[in-house]
């Protein structure tokens, strides 16, 4: 940590101390399963932002009710169609899309409510710290899909930010915990005196001195928050409550085919399998950074 | 606490939303006026929010839930009919995966670094990633359509249940519960398998543990009475943990298997709008998965010596 240089300047200045991010890194491609999950990832990544070339088909068209409904996979729908005969591939590359789009940005939600809270409370200490604790107790003490279940419920067909405004405002508990135990203990740190005595405001240590700090457990819960929000998503999607038809999600696809489990396993196996690919390399990634930054 | 405050989330919540929780019926041109009106009366929706919540409140700190819409009966004894089932799904489950984890940890551990390490870390990495309602499918598909060897859902068999002999009662549940029940368990012990292995690992660097290695002791007696034993703590806390995951993993499962427990009435209620069962639902599994952690705190200060009698 960067408050404890006591002693060792010289060595310090020979060697700079190398940014959290880009240990991260590193230590990821020393790895060879880290290095697997880096290109595998990347590839789900890529095939999710050029989904517009990439997919054979308009993957909301339904070209022809009848002739074309529910094939099973073939040269010319190698993941075969949907019941609306809808491009099953076309949907999932699309879905790859949503998807990770949902992961993403509704873990920047929670990111930064998680951050915010727990230093506040953290800073803040005494009564405010251990009143915010006991909010917190309470909604980590009820599971995150129970939770969303009694929200969705109540506002039937939402739109896709709304989605990601829940999923994430349900998955900063956690994190919040971590940051406010860190900024606890790094409160009276020296070097935390230190710039207090030099005048720094209040706003200026939290993000100057204590944030920097923060980075290794932030990055650790995004890479397993994304995987996790990508789960919950197809699973809410897969009841019905998640993102809305005729939009793509690969909950979304197993859920078109879930009437029919047995007539059409194409659209539960495909989406299901690019799913379990996606959140396994997340979880590697994940377990890797941490693993770097234990380690230290 | 935990009620109070999902209560009012969802209270909150149900009343901003646009609409009110029965619009299905309301929203009907056929229904007229009157009828609307009156029915508002009836669950006294016509009356002020303060009002309302505070007999909300009132009827929960009674233990009432509501009036499901959709069953036409009290929350209650819908969730009442449905938890021993849930319960059932999750204790087979919860037994299940903590042997078979357990197992697979050993196993690893005991060969560790190997390609069988690896294999199984591999393996277990694949089932804990995987969303529960994926994996039910897939073995719905596996041993019903593909392989037909199980019934397709249900907890019995619904024409012949009633006729069967005791035994074969017994047996026709057992059959019914067995698909949901093995996904559970794999889904459960892939969690346990990653902890327990870790926590072994971590245990193994142990003085006592070298002690036993100079005392002559093989690999495996070491593995079995020193290290396995020391882990055993962690699993108890794990025990807490893994409430929240087998209560959800069990209502994706319920709703791909049509195992008729708490999961499949409240995703069922989903579809029909039913709020007051889906939050009866959400209240009770919340109030579930803290009993279960309480629990496993209370069998935690009982089990570690160090803690017994303060």
């Not at chain 1, 009564?127 to 279940?149: E, G, H, K, N, Q």
């Not at chain 2, 499962?253 to 427990?261: D, H, L, N, Q, R």
Request: glycine share 8%; net charge positive; aromatic share 8%.
């Amino acid at each position: 940590m960067r408050g404890q240089t006591r002693g060792s300047v010289a060595t310090k200045i020979e060697q700079p101390l190398e940014s959290p991010l880009g240990l991260a890194v590193r230590g990821i491609l020393r790895k060879p399963s880290s290095r697997v999950a880096v290109f595998v990832l990347g590839v789900i990544i890529l095939v999710g932002l050029l989904a517009p070339l990439i997919a054979p088909y308009d993957p909301a068209a339904q070209p022809d009710i009848v002739a074309l409904k529910s094939l099973p996979p073939s040269l010319a729908h190698p993941f075969g169609t949907d019941p609306y005969s809808r491009d099953v591939l076309s949907r999932v590359i699309y879905g790859a899309r949503l998807s990770l789009a949902i992961g993403v940005l509704a873990t920047v939600v929670s990111l930064t409510f998680g951050v915010v809270y727990g230093a506040i409370a953290g800073y803040a200490g005494g009564i405010v710290d251990a009143a915010m604790m006991r909010v917190l107790d309470a909604f980590l003490s009820i599971p995150r899909l129970l939770l969303l279940l009694g929200v969705l419920v109540a506002w039937p067909r939402l739109s896709v930010p709304a989605l990601v405004v829940f999923l994430g405002l349900t998955g900063w508990f956690g994190l919040s915990r971590i940051v406010r135990g860190q900024v606890l203990a790094l409160k009276h740190a020296e070097f935390v005196t230190a710039a207090l005595a030099l005048g720094a405001s209040r706003r200026r240590i939290l993000v100057r001195h204590l944030l920097p700090n923060l980075v290794s457990p932030i990055v650790v819960a995004a890479t397993l928050g994304v995987a996790h929000v990508i789960v919950l998503e197809a699973g809410l999607s897969y009841l019905g409550i998640g993102v809305p038809q005729p939009l793509a999600s690969w909950g979304n696809i197993i859920q078109d085919g879930s009437d029919q489990v047995a007539t059409l396993w194409w659209m539960s196996l495909f989406p299901g399998l690019f799913m379990v690919l996606t959140v396994m390399t997340l979880n590697v990634l994940g377990e890797a950074i941490r693993d770097v930054y234990e380690r230290r | 606490m935990i009620v109070a405050i999902v209560a009012v989330i969802t209270f909150v919540l149900i009343h901003l939303a646009p609409g009110d929780p029965f619009s299905a019926v309301t929203d009907n041109p056929n229904v007229s006026e009157t009828v609307r009106a009156t029915l508002r009366a009836q669950y006294g929706l016509d009356r002020p929010l303060p009002e309302q919540f505070l007999r909300y409140a009132g009827a929960l700190a009674r233990g009432e839930l509501g009036w499901s819409f959709s069953y036409e009966r009290p929350v209650n004894e819908v969730l009442a009919t449905a938890l021993p089932n849930t319960l059932l799904l999750m204790g087979v489950a919860l037994v299940g995966s903590f042997a078979l984890g357990i197992l697979i940890a050993l196993i690893q551990v005991a060969r560790r670094d190997s390609f069988t390490d690896h294999a199984l870390s591999g393996i277990s990495l694949f089932f804990f990633s995987m969303p529960d309602f994926w994996l039910a499918i897939l073995t719905l598909l596996a041993f019903t359509y593909w392989l037909p060897i199980f019934p397709v859902g249900g907890a019995v068999d619904p024409v012949i249940h009633e006729y069967l002999s005791w035994g074969g009662r017994v047996l026709d549940r057992l059959q019914h519960l067995a698909l949901p029940a093995l996904t559970l368990t794999l889904l459960a012990s892939a969690t346990v398998a990653r902890f327990q292995r870790a926590a072994l690992l971590d245990v193994l660097p142990s003085d006592y543990i070298r002690t036993a290695r100079l005392k002559g002791l093989t690999e495996r007696q070491i593995l079995r009475r020193h290290a396995l034993r020391n882990a055993l703590l962690p699993i108890i806390s794990l025990i807490g943990l893994s409430f929240p995951a087998l209560l959800t993993g069990a209502f994706f499962i319920e709703k791909v298997f049509a195992w008729p427990g708490m999961g499949f009435a409240v995703v069922s209620a989903i579809g029909t709008r039913d709020y007051p069962l889906v939050v009866g639902g959400v209240i009770i599994g919340s109030i579930m998965v803290a009993l279960g952690s309480l629990l496993a705190d209370l069998l935690y200060a009982w089990a570690d010596p160090r803690l017994r009698g303060h």
